[in-house]
């Protein structure tokens, strides 16, 4: 029941934080320099043409009736056509957001289950070679430039021993074929995902890795190990049943914190592999002064870093009955 | 044959200093039964004694000498899991710090059941909980708090868990290091009288540690006095109270105040205790003691026989 409670109170939070975000949006959008229109004008409109245009996209407004309107049409679903391509900015978002959902959650899935298990096991072998290989492991691929693991991985995997494809998420051959099923469908999205994946696995595990490492080593110097170990528990049993699940909880802590960092890592990424998702529309819809789809890019991502921060906030509250109870 | 006998232990830590000698050459014994109250203040070396007979010294610490016999068995020469075996079976232990000695992300219940199950493979999770139930009972902790998360506990209650868990597999010995120090004045002593009461009804052997003297008084019929890792005096309780041999013992009782005994000044003990790392030739106390004599600070001191029993390491007795 306090659970319930909890996640009410969480959910008022992120509606509010949202709201937030929607206005500042709107302003860092208005105040930006650079003009949407001479972008979309042709240099052989007329001046009457162009004023129609403004008019048609509401940019004669006052600021403060675009901002109702803005909000009107963010309640009505309405986002406005992309400069850009013409089509409806909803149509394009729908189109990315799951191929960014999918890269995006798996590779933080995967680097915190990874990170969180090398992790324990480094802190459990403090001061030795596993230990000592796995944190430099960690410090090397966490710190390194993105773009740059991208490009290598890309260098050797994809065009080296051309195992993976160099870009795009799915091949055509697959997809046009009508026979090809569900399965053979799934299977080359997983394979075009691969590369993609293992950078953004490469750079995040590390840091969940280092968190559980000093989290463990500070756990394990509580008094209720030293109660588990004289209760004449098996060691195995001390590290995993009572010395993890307490070491874990900072870094569901920090998977929470780093998700809207990640984002950027996500949009490097989907830029270097060319992957059809939200973060390289973001990319290109900002430095073509695409304001609506630009602006809905946004939205997205921050609805999708608010939402996986409550269900951080829900697993947490289900690992520290502390914060249940 | 006594349940425990200690002979001649010492016990050092490395620390950045130097190898630290927390510990040096005690001895004693505990009857089946018995009780036996370590006192002294802070840094003697009664939690390492502790610590020590369960195994349990930290990384840096270690035995440098001394047999550790439990019904006959030198622990010492144990191996790891011959002693997780005898761990919380045989010897169980009340923690200093009992407010962090509960997990607390696991349910109470549970983790005493842990301690049933891991001991005896062949009770069911079910029987465990049953035994768990009624050790809340024993304690005196409503069953409706089984399933409860550490937290949702006030601070006797967590130390009546704590007590509980430390009766779970009906140890021979228990080891209490300072069990109440946390706690108020009521609760402290309504938790005393219940450890004294299952310790007549399971015929439990304690090892009572403790830095107030009152406490250890009233709890224990054997009393150890410790001081800058030397055990100084040891005797029944009458004989250390009535008629204390060693100059701290002495000191140390005149230092307390009572709330019974007839009113007297509290007499404070000057100076500080010595430097473990090197601790001094002779008499550790000597640079404290009352009437030190020239030998004192060159020559170690011996042990003297006051009454049966009733023995001090020092000269001047």
Same mark, same amino acid.
């Given at each position: 029941m306090e659970l319930r409670k909890y996640i009410t109170k969480r959910i008022i939070q992120i509606i509010i934080i949202f709201f937030v975000i929607l206005t500042v949006l709107f302003l860092l959008f208005r105040l930006a320099p650079g003009d949407p229109v001479s972008m979309m004008v042709d240099p052989d409109m007329t001046q009457e043409d162009a004023e129609m245009l403004i008019v048609q996209l509401g940019l004669e407004q006052p600021l403060g009736m675009q901002y109702l309107i803005y909000l009107k049409n963010f309640f009505t679903g309405h986002f406005g056509f992309s400069f850009h391509y013409g089509d409806p900015v909803v149509d394009i978002i729908w189109d990315r957001l799951p191929n960014t959902v999918l890269l995006f959650t798996t590779s933080i899935i995967l680097s915190a289950l990874v990170g969180v298990f090398l992790g324990k096991i480094a802190s459990w072998h403090k001061g030795k070679k596993v230990d000592s290989i796995m944190t430099i492991g960690a410090l090397v691929t966490h710190t390194v430039f993105l773009p740059w693991l991208a490009l290598i991985l890309i260098w050797i995997?994809?065009?080296?021993?051309?195992?993976?494809?160099?870009?795009?998420?799915?091949s055509e051959e697959v997809w046009l074929d009508p026979e090809a099923g569900f399965i053979s469908r799934a299977l080359d999205v997983m394979y075009h995902m691969v590369l993609p994946l293992s950078t953004l696995f490469l750079i995040h595990f590390g840091a969940y890795l280092l968190i559980m490492r000093s989290s463990m080593l500070e756990t394990l110097k509580e008094d209720y190990i030293l109660t588990a170990r004289a209760k004449g528990l098996e060691e195995k049993v001390i590290r995993d049943h009572h010395a993890a699940p307490n070491a874990a909880l900072p870094v569901v802590t920090s998977v929470g914190l780093s998700l809207a960092f990640s984002i950027n890592g996500g949009a490097l990424t989907e830029t270097v592999f060319t992957w059809p998702g939200i973060g390289r529309e973001l990319v290109s819809s900002v430095s073509q002064n695409d304001y609506p789809l630009a602006q809905a890019c946004f939205l997205m991502i921050a609805g999708v870093v608010l939402i996986s921060n409550l269900v951080v906030d829900v697993l947490y509250a289900y690992l520290d009955p502390r914060i249940r109870y | 044959m006594a349940l425990l006998e200690v002979d001649n232990l010492s016990i050092g830590y490395n620390t950045k200093k130097g190898y630290?000698?927390?510990?040096?050459?005690v001895s004693f014994d505990l009857e089946a039964g018995a009780s036996l109250g370590f006192v002294g203040e802070s840094g003697c070396g009664k939690t390492t004694i502790g610590m020590a007979l369960m195994g349990l010294? /930290? /990384?840096?610490g270690s035995v440098k000498e001394g047999r550790i016999l439990f019904e006959g068995k030198n622990t010492l020469e144990m191996t790891d899991e011959e002693l997780r075996k005898i761990r919380w079976r045989e010897m169980a232990m009340i923690f200093q710090a009992a407010m962090n000695a509960l997990n607390p992300v696991q349910r109470v219940g549970n983790q005493i059941a842990e301690a049933i199950l891991v001991h005896d493979p062949s009770v069911e999770k079910d029987q465990a909980m049953d035994q768990v139930e009624n050790l809340f009972r024993l304690v005196g902790i409503p069953l409706d708090r089984l399933r409860d998360y550490p937290h949702q506990y006030s601070g006797g209650m967590k130390q009546r868990a704590v007590i509980a868990m430390a009766l779970a597999c009906r140890p021979k010995l228990i080891i209490a290091d300072e069990p109440t120090t946390a706690l108020d004045v009521i609760v402290q002593d309504q938790i005393l009288g219940e450890i004294k009461e299952l310790q007549k009804e399971f015929d439990l052997s304690i090892i009572f540690i403790s830095h107030d003297i009152s406490i250890v008084a009233h709890m224990c019929d054997h009393i150890g006095v410790m001081y800058a890792g030397q055990l100084v005096e040891c005797g029944p309780r009458e004989g250390v109270f009535e008629s204390p041999a060693h100059p701290y013992t002495k000191a140390l009782l005149s230092s307390f105040p009572t709330v019974t005994g007839k009113r007297s000044d509290l007499i404070p003990i000057p100076g500080e205790t010595p430097n473990l790392v090197v601790p001094p030739h002779g008499c550790r106390f000597c640079d404290r003691c009352s009437g030190p004599e020239a030998s004192c600070s060159t020559e170690p001191p011996q042990w003297v026989e006051i009454a049966p029993g009733h023995r001090a390491l020092c000269c001047r007795c």
């Amino acid at each position: 029941m306090e659970l319930r409670k909890y996640i009410t109170k969480r959910i008022i939070q992120i509606i509010i934080i949202f709201f937030v975000i929607l206005t500042v949006l709107f302003l860092l959008f208005r105040l930006a320099p650079g003009d949407p229109v001479s972008m979309m004008v042709d240099p052989d409109m007329t001046q009457e043409d162009a004023e129609m245009l403004i008019v048609q996209l509401g940019l004669e407004q006052p600021l403060g009736m675009q901002y109702l309107i803005y909000l009107k049409n963010f309640f009505t679903g309405h986002f406005g056509f992309s400069f850009h391509y013409g089509d409806p900015v909803v149509d394009i978002i729908w189109d990315r957001l799951p191929n960014t959902v999918l890269l995006f959650t798996t590779s933080i899935i995967l680097s915190a289950l990874v990170g969180v298990f090398l992790g324990k096991i480094a802190s459990w072998h403090k001061g030795k070679k596993v230990d000592s290989i796995m944190t430099i492991g960690a410090l090397v691929t966490h710190t390194v430039f993105l773009p740059w693991l991208a490009l290598i991985l890309i260098w050797i995997f994809a065009y080296k021993f051309g195992w993976f494809p160099i870009n795009g998420m799915i091949s055509e051959e697959v997809w046009l074929d009508p026979e090809a099923g569900f399965i053979s469908r799934a299977l080359d999205v997983m394979y075009h995902m691969v590369l993609p994946l293992s950078t953004l696995f490469l750079i995040h595990f590390g840091a969940y890795l280092l968190i559980m490492r000093s989290s463990m080593l500070e756990t394990l110097k509580e008094d209720y190990i030293l109660t588990a170990r004289a209760k004449g528990l098996e060691e195995k049993v001390i590290r995993d049943h009572h010395a993890a699940p307490n070491a874990a909880l900072p870094v569901v802590t920090s998977v929470g914190l780093s998700l809207a960092f990640s984002i950027n890592g996500g949009a490097l990424t989907e830029t270097v592999f060319t992957w059809p998702g939200i973060g390289r529309e973001l990319v290109s819809s900002v430095s073509q002064n695409d304001y609506p789809l630009a602006q809905a890019c946004f939205l997205m991502i921050a609805g999708v870093v608010l939402i996986s921060n409550l269900v951080v906030d829900v697993l947490y509250a289900y690992l520290d009955p502390r914060i249940r109870y | 044959m006594a349940l425990l006998e200690v002979d001649n232990l010492s016990i050092g830590y490395n620390t950045k200093k130097g190898y630290l000698k927390a510990v040096e050459k005690v001895s004693f014994d505990l009857e089946a039964g018995a009780s036996l109250g370590f006192v002294g203040e802070s840094g003697c070396g009664k939690t390492t004694i502790g610590m020590a007979l369960m195994g349990l010294l /930290p /990384p840096n610490g270690s035995v440098k000498e001394g047999r550790i016999l439990f019904e006959g068995k030198n622990t010492l020469e144990m191996t790891d899991e011959e002693l997780r075996k005898i761990r919380w079976r045989e010897m169980a232990m009340i923690f200093q710090a009992a407010m962090n000695a509960l997990n607390p992300v696991q349910r109470v219940g549970n983790q005493i059941a842990e301690a049933i199950l891991v001991h005896d493979p062949s009770v069911e999770k079910d029987q465990a909980m049953d035994q768990v139930e009624n050790l809340f009972r024993l304690v005196g902790i409503p069953l409706d708090r089984l399933r409860d998360y550490p937290h949702q506990y006030s601070g006797g209650m967590k130390q009546r868990a704590v007590i509980a868990m430390a009766l779970a597999c009906r140890p021979k010995l228990i080891i209490a290091d300072e069990p109440t120090t946390a706690l108020d004045v009521i609760v402290q002593d309504q938790i005393l009288g219940e450890i004294k009461e299952l310790q007549k009804e399971f015929d439990l052997s304690i090892i009572f540690i403790s830095h107030d003297i009152s406490i250890v008084a009233h709890m224990c019929d054997h009393i150890g006095v410790m001081y800058a890792g030397q055990l100084v005096e040891c005797g029944p309780r009458e004989g250390v109270f009535e008629s204390p041999a060693h100059p701290y013992t002495k000191a140390l009782l005149s230092s307390f105040p009572t709330v019974t005994g007839k009113r007297s000044d509290l007499i404070p003990i000057p100076g500080e205790t010595p430097n473990l790392v090197v601790p001094p030739h002779g008499c550790r106390f000597c640079d404290r003691c009352s009437g030190p004599e020239a030998s004192c600070s060159t020559e170690p001191p011996q042990w003297v026989e006051i009454a049966p029993g009733h023995r001090a390491l020092c000269c001047r007795c």
